[in-house]
């Protein structure tokens, strides 16, 4: 089962670099990982997109509070939260696809980045399970390249208070 | 008060109280060594390799309660502490490690003994700071012995380029830290005590299953209070050994692959297990599925990550370890005055008579001496007296937590989770340093000794005299021992011999006592004489290679196939 931890860390050097070898030591995976400021500059948020049962993901909760640099981990509930992801894809399409393609992104509300002779760069913004069903659809006109931010989140605002499992707070 | 950073660093130590440090010195750390010529109330103990310094500084630390401290220079005098810091790591030693590192403006650029030893020892650290301004190293190094010393204790690294040793600032030593992520649990839940209580209380056939934890938590009495107010029996692992009185009646050995059969079938048959400040490790467990397969489980620990790590724990308690003891202890003596158990007498005798017809075992066949004889001859000669044991690891380790007997809290150091070699002689000097009115005797194998035993000229001339016992059998004895066990007598690249080098005449060399036993009518005087000598000694004990430790549990068996000395002959194939 896939699992979305929101990691909130001290803004200071190496703490990505605790966290993900942490991971590889305790032989976690992680399935994709996205790292940014927050409201506060002496913060940063991780989004960490983990695949693994509860028990795994307990362990993987403690330990990382066990970081001194980790101030807060909270899980990321289906359904509690709001979860975007940003692709870039690279699609061959020739003068005589353009129209084609260019209908195919609008029904996604994927723009236009760039536009070449020979290719398009798309540029989506979504839930991660709408830019997986898009990048299907363009797949078969010939996907050149592809790059994606991997997930970040936010607890809802229409929730209420947050739910999540705070262990760390903030002074 | 302005000064220079590598005043700074000696100004923080004194301030937390260090009485001793353990070092080298080298080019990125000579400011702080210049510092220390020109004065500290830390007395400096001149190692001879970093290794031997940082093993140090764990042996201080673990005989005396308080953070060890060791310093080394940059690239290789910092990766020769990697092996004490990844010891103290698995075993929950407060280390704070101190390295010099190249100038700011060198990092990065593969400079002169330049290497990235914060990256390096991440997977092993609680924590670690490369101090890039010199403003930071006081809060710095004050966090740092916060961090090793509070939660479950560890290693801890602070990295100095050597521009921040030479910059000047103006000191104050902070009062508070300033950490907002490290929160580690300051108190426990009593409804959970309550809980555990009732279990015990419930319980017919209870077991004390305590760890390492417990000694570094300071929570001995505690524990003792808890097992006298319940009557509950006690083993303790390799880890804890010491933190109960072993010739009390409530003790029962030490669970694990060399453990008695006694101390393993408790564990087997017991209905409630609690696991006191210890985390199931596979030296314990053997097969985790038929560890304590009947049992409840109760997990006291100061680390919640312990919980449910590799065992399931039916009643959790996240505490400092003093307190949830002294709690646990109070609410089942409240439950006690109500009339309710734990009823242990059945079960006490139980296990008293399976270690009356199960004792530890060895036949003195042959005309070479036996190691075993050597540990109870050092037992019997040391009973009653202030002694501190340290160990290598291999056999020679195993018979020492069979054969010693130790009364008192951390009386017996050693290497139990990353089981370092070599680890025994410069821990000692380190425990001899903390407690210099105790005995410090050094149990050591032959290959342990070679890996180490140039510390012997730290402690001659710092004067920190210790009695180095070599079992020596000539081998890398538990690796004998797995190859013929397990690899049908093929026996690979393990001969040391008996007589390469001559450990007497080499003790000699460094200004020590050296002796050599080769019988056992020897054996008795001539240990008592090096114990008495005052100074440091080597005893060279040359024991039988042939011998094994017994009993065990193969690697991955369970309890319940453990090989007693006399089916020794009948090891099941691996």
Redesign the interface.
């Known amino acids: 089962m896939k699992h979305t931890l929101s990691v909130l ?2 803004n200071k ?2 703490a990505l ?2 966290i993900s ?2 991971f590889a ?1 305790r032989g976690f995976n992680i399935e994709s990982l996205a790292v940014g400021p927050t409201e506060r500059p002496d913060v940063s948020r991780i989004t960490l997109r983990v695949d693994c049962e509860q ?1 795994p993901l ?2 993987i909760e ?2 990382m ?7 807060r981990v909270s899980e990321l509930e289906p359904g509690e939260a709001v979860e975007r992801e940003l692709a870039l894809l690279k699609v061959s399409a020739g003068p005589g696809r353009r129209g084609e393609l260019i209908a195919l992104a609008h029904a996604f509300n994927a723009r236009v980045a760039d536009l070449g002779a020979d290719a398009i760069v798309f540029e989506v913004v979504g839930h991660p399970e709408e830019i997986d069903a898009f990048e299907e659809l363009v797949r078969p006109h010939g996907l050149q390249e592809l790059v994606r931010t991997g997930r970040i989140g936010l607890g809802r605002a229409s929730v209420g208070s947050q739910r999540s499992r705070k262990q ?1 707070v ?2 | 008060m302005k000064m220079q950073g590598a005043d700074a660093i000696l100004r923080a130590l004194e301030a937390e109280g260090v009485e001793t440090m353990f070092g080298i010195p080298g080019g990125a750390i000579l400011p702080t060594y210049d510092a220390i010529a020109r004065g500290t109330t830390v007395r400096h103990v001149l190692a001879r390799h970093e290794q031997g310094a940082g093993h140090m500084a764990e042996g201080y630390a673990r005989a005396s309660g308080r953070v060890g401290v060791a310093l080394a220079t940059s690239g290789p005098g910092a990766t020769n502490l990697v092996t004490p810091i990844a010891d103290a790591w698995m075993d929950s030693t407060p280390l704070v490690c101190i390295t010099g590192q190249v100038r700011t403006h060198l990092i990065g650029t593969d400079a002169f003994q330049e290497c990235d030893i ?2 390096i020892t ?2 092993i650290v ?3 700071w ?1 101090v890039q301004d010199v403003e930071e190293l006081p809060s710095v190094l004050r966090a740092a012995f916060h ?1 090793a010393r509070t ?2 204790c560890g290693p801890v690294l602070v990295d100095v380029p050597r521009d921040v040793q030479e910059a000047t600032l103006d000191f104050e030593y902070p009062d508070e830290v300033d ?5 580690p649990p300051r108190r426990v839940h009593l409804r959970q005590v309550r809980i555990a209580a009732q279990a015990l209380a419930a319980a017919e056939k209870p077991m004390l299953y305590v760890g390492g934890g417990t000694l570094n938590a300071d929570a001995c009495a505690e524990l003792l209070e808890l097992a006298e107010v319940g009557r509950l029996p006690v083993v303790t692992t390799l880890m804890a050994k010491s933190a109960f009185p072993e010739t009390h009646e409530l003790h029962f050995g030490w669970p694990g692959m060399h453990g008695p059969k006694w101390s393993n079938w408790g564990i087997n048959k017991c209905d409630l297990l609690v696991a006191v400040g210890a985390r199931f490790d596979d030296r314990v467990t053997g097969k985790l599925s038929a560890f304590a397969p009947g049992a409840t489980v109760v997990h006291l620990d100061i ?3 312990e ?3 590799l065992r399931r724990a039916d009643i959790p308690v996240v505490g400092p370890l003093k307190q949830v003891l002294a709690e646990l202890a109070r609410e089942l003596r409240a439950l006690q005055e109500e009339g309710a158990g734990p009823r242990t007498e059945a079960w006490l005798r139980q296990l008293a008579e399976w270690r009356e017809e199960f004792p530890l075992r060895y036949s003195r066949d042959g005309d070479l001496l036996k190691p075993q004889p050597v540990l109870e001859t050092l037992q019997e000669l040391t009973a009653g007296q202030d002694v501190i044991w340290t160990t290598g690891v291999g056999q020679h380790q195993m018979w020492a937590m069979q054969y010693l007997v130790c009364e008192r809290p951390r009386t017996f150091i050693t290497s139990g989770g990353l089981g370092t070699m070599g680890y025994g002689v410069p821990a000692a000097i380190g425990a001899k340093a903390a407690r210099p009115e105790a005995t410090v005797v050094c149990v050591d194998g032959d290959g342990c000794f070679q890996m180490t035993g140039q510390e012997l000229a730290t402690s001659v001339l710092e004067d920190l005299p210790i009695v180095v016992v070599i079992v020596n059998n000539g081998y890398l004895g538990m690796v004998r021992q797995w190859q013929d066990m397990f690899f049908e007598e093929r026996l690979s690249q393990i001969h040391l011999t008996h007589h390469v080098p001559d450990y007497a005449r080499l003790a000699e060399a460094y200004g020590a006592a050296g002796f050599t036993v080769e019988s056992e009518d020897e054996l008795e005087g001539t240990l008592a004489e090096a114990l008495r000598c005052g100074r440091t000694a080597v005893v060279d004990c040359r024991v039988d290679p042939r011998e094994h430790c017994f009993p065990m549990i193969p690697a991955g068996a369970a309890a319940l196939d453990l090989v007693e000395y006399e089916d020794r002959e009948a090891v099941p194939a691996p």
Request: hydrophobic share 35%; charged share 25%.
């Open positions: 860390v001290e050097p190496g670099m605790r070898s942490m030591r028990h307990e362990q403690k330990q509070h066990k970081l001194v640099n980790v101030l760390h903030l002074r | 914060t990256g991440i997977p609680k924590h670690s490369l961090v939660g479950r950490l907002p992520g490290w929160k680390d919640s990550a919980i449910g790590k």
